[in-house]
């Protein structure tokens, strides 16, 4: 049921965003702007789905949330696998050192933030 819902939110979601784009193609510079703000609306939605299917709640099964994970991941400039990897180092090192890329310490060369 978890996998159903999901995946019709995401089908939903990505079939508005696709209507965004295909209405910004066609509207003067107004309905472009509007297009632009409610494809950053409604694409928050694949990226959660996405972001349950990284730690794995999207469905019950393994399977199922790899599979919404990926059609999930078709949306943004990145891949579920590599979403996942990231993701999930982020909250093993949220807020460490190791992680820092909004500021730099003093003994850290700046450079080095941005890797
Ligand atoms: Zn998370």
């Known amino acids: 049921m978890r996998l159903l819902l999901n995946t019709l939110l995401l089908i939903f979601s990505l079939a508005i965003t696709a209507l965004c784009l295909w209405f910004a193609s066609h509207a003067p510079w107004y309905g472009i702007l509007l297009a632009a703000w409610f494809f950053a609306l409604i694409n928050t939605m694949p990226f959660a789905i996405m972001h349950e299917a990284v ?8 399977w199922g949330n790899r599979l919404i994970g990926v059609v999930a991941g078709w949306a943004f400039p990145t891949s579920f696998l590599l979403q996942r990897r990231a993701h999930l180092n982020h909250h093993d090192n949220t807020r460490t050192d190791g992680e820092l890329y909004d500021y730099s310490l003093a003994h850290r060369p700046r450079w080095l933030r941005n890797i």
């Open 55 to 62: 730690h794995g709640v999207a469905s019950r099964s393994a």
